[in-house]
């Protein structure tokens, strides 16, 4: 069972490539270049744990393509962590770059682990030896590492400080994700949740949709989820259901946003089920994702929308923040039955978008003020979900079909500009 989940992501990316790339004149061999990966790095490596014996780990770091610039993706440590999963990874990667218009290429790495098992000193020992591992893969100008799922500021700063240590000096935009204190970004917190909101915004301007007409439903309430809830509510929306692991809240006048965020910043690892807002109701994931509004988030956890709830779904937008949180099969029966879908790669790239803009002022090191950062990450959302809008009317397919021509015809053209070496 699990095999089959980890060989489908594969699966599942190559044939969003073939469905974009048939509707391209593509020459063959640029398709078959754009489908495989450019380096492929396993590495066995021990690490001394607190109880004095020696575990080997296994971890990958895989560049899926580089033509438009260094490879740029996170890294995760996860029990099910393999090699085809991190594949799939690192070609979304390249296609979240590529709509956005962000002059990198696609990578993603991993460690199969179990980090909640782990101690600070044992994980900081795998990180530092992971990352001298696939040191000669790595780096500012070449490939630049990412949190992901169960890395975080930290962890970068322990990658950052190990590449700085076998190169002798200080090499700090090898990463981005990175403590504020060591070269982050501010805003980089709360820039995917900015982009998902700005995508939503986008979409209402161009459907004529007023914010206080828009209800709307957020499934997830983490980073991304939260930071979106609070900014569509600063808009003028009326956010009547919010939801994460715990359940969730409705309430058809519009919760009140502030007060509960406010809550969940005071008691950080809380749960919804927590808070106790205002004339609210509990309701259940699957309720809220059926739940009479306007606009859904989904900004938890992957296929959430499927073929046995893709037809109550009641949203005529979707907007979408988690990674691949609607099957093909969902995708199919909302996007017949007229639902505007903002994809993934381009709905939830504020986060990489942030982190190029981490890197630039590294490069160059000289730091902006929060707002500047916002500006400009805003404009780059804007600019992208006209591009993408554009394409998708002017080849007449849906968003989500759009994005992936549009991301697979800036590498095709890049390839092609460039030429084949030698
Ligand atoms: P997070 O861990 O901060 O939050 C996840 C939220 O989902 C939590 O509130 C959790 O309780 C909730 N959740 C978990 N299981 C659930 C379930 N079964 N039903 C409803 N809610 C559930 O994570 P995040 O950083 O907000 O990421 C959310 C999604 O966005 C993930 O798919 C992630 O891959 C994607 N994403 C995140 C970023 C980023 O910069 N953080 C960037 C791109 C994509």
Known sequence: ?????????????????????????????????????????????PVKMNDGSIKIFTGHRIQHNTTRGPAKGGIRYHPDVDLDEVKALAMWMTWKCAVVNIPFGGAKGGVTCDP??????????????????????????RDI?????????????????????????????????????LGGSLGRKEATGRGVASIAREILKRLNRQAADTRVAVQGYGNVGSVAARLLYEMGCPVVAISDVSGGWYNPRGLDIPTINAFMEAHPRSLLEEVAPASADRITNDELLTSDVELLVPAAL?????????????????????????????????TDRGVIIAPDILAHAGGVVVSYLEWVQDLQRFFWEEDAVNQRLEAIMVRSMQEVWDFSQSRRVPLRMGAYMLAV????????TRGIFP
């Open 1 to 45: 069972m699990e095999n089959e989940k980890k060989i489908n992501s594969l699966d599942v990316a190559l044939k969003q490539v073939d469905k974009a790339v048939s509707r391209l004149n593509l020459d063959p061999g640029i398709i078959a270049k754009i489908k495989s990966t450019r380096r492929e790095l396993t590495v066995n490596f």
């Open 409 to 416: 015809h800036r590498v095709a053209t890049a390839l092609q």
């Open 145 to 181: 590492p990412a949190p992901d799922v169960n890395t975080n500021p930290q962890v970068m700063a322990w990658m950052a400080d190990t590449v700085s240590m076998l190169e002798g000096s200080s090499v700090i935009e090898v990463v981005t994700g990175k403590p504020v204190a």
């Open 116 to 141: 909640k098992s782990m101690t600070p000193r044992e994980l900081e020992n795998m990180t530092r030896r992971y990352v001298y591992e696939i040191s000669m893969m790595i780096g500012p100008d």
């Open 302 to 334: 992957e296929h959430q929308l499927h073929a046995n709830n893709a037809t109550q779904v009641r949203a005529s937008i979707i907007v979408e923040g988690a990674n691949g949180p609607t099957t093909r099969e969902a995708d199919a029966i909302l």
